[in-house]
């Protein structure tokens, strides 16, 4: 069934290398649904339809949830606004941090976004009153895990 697609003022960023398969990654992590009308791959760039791998190139996505929060995914490139940085950074620039109600789907993604990755800070319950923990995914992105923990 496809979703609503909802538009939300705050919606992360993901620039990665890999884009079109981290898409695809993010989608079974998440159960998540790539909205396609938003879809844009470098060969549907004026120009660019010539360049070799054009077509596995993400410029844009838009990948939606069922609760109507979103993630956008695009190709990390050394072009653009980077070039005057003198090249991208995978990865350390942004952690998206992600709120659970149940701690059995927080196990289940964060050991799905640990496979190729690294642990960063295990999951483990915090004084703060949730279960908490840190990974880098296969693509360089660092994800905060949090969930809220039944009380006493």
Not at 83 to 105: E, F, M, R, S, Y
Request: aromatic content about 10%; hydrophobic content about 40%.
């Amino acid at each position: 069934m496809a979703l609503k697609e909802t538009m939300q003022r705050f919606t992360p960023m993901l620039y990665v290398r890999g884009s079109y398969e981290a898409v695809a990654f993010y989608q079974d992590v998440f159960g998540a649904e790539e909205i396609q009308e938003r879809t844009m791959l470098l060969s549907q760039v004026p120009g660019m339809s010539e360049i070799p791998g054009a077509d596995k190139v993400v410029v844009y996505s838009k990948l939606q949830f069922a609760d109507g929060s979103g993630l956008n995914v695009a190709e990390l490139s050394d072009e653009g606004v980077y070039a005057k940085d003198g090249g991208a950074v995978v990865g350390n620039n942004i952690h998206v941090g992600l709120q659970h109600t149940d701690p059995a789907v927080q196990k289940a993604e964060f050991a799905k976004l640990a496979e190729g990755g690294a642990v960063l800070e295990p999951l483990e319950e915090k004084f703060w009153g949730t279960q908490f923990g840190i990974v880098r995914d296969r693509f360089g992105v660092i994800w905060e895990s949090n969930c809220y923990l039944q009380q006493g």
